[in-house]
């Protein structure tokens, strides 16, 4: 007599969290307005792909004045991305995985360094999928060199000053702030200035 062995529910959670370990974020970059059509592709893709977890593209809603057949203007909400070119996958890559993404159409190259792909960290995308849900992403992407921003938290909150410089992924700017009549520079996170207007 064969016996059979019961599978609770607590060993089934702990079986689904070893295979979410494994699979790791990947940024795959896209040709710039194609995300859309390069996700649903992925997602059909996940159907018959256990090992692709998720997908990701930062995008908000937005209200724009269109007009319609008439001529009378409608308000419409649209999707906009905010970070265009990139879709973000959480999977367990291999090779053939790769390949079979590699083929889809408008699909560029995995995000990496000197040519090897590397993954993200989850606390990464978490923050950025926070701070698109929070309506923050767009605020960050949005300054640019020579913007006039205030800072909004933090032992300077108050202060205005134009942007000298942002980091690469700008998550830092320096600011130039007048303190007792001098430029000074400060380096702060953007998420800790806001844009005048």
Known sequence: MVEEKEISAKEIKQENQQEEEKAKWWIIRVKSGKEDLVKAEIEKLAQQESKIKQVFTPEEEQKVKRKGKKGEEKEVL?????ISGYVYVKMELDEQLWNKIRKIPNVIALVGERGFPLPISSEKIESLQNKTAAGEIRKIFSLSIGDRVRIKSGPLKGFA???????????????????????????????HVEKET
């Open 161 to 191: 000053g134009i942007v000298e410089w942002l980091n690469e992924d700008k998550s830092k700017a320096r600011i130039l702030i007048s303190i007792f009549g001098r430029q000074t520079p400060v380096e702060i996170e953007t998420s």
């Open 78 to 82: 649209i999707k906009k991305k905010l």
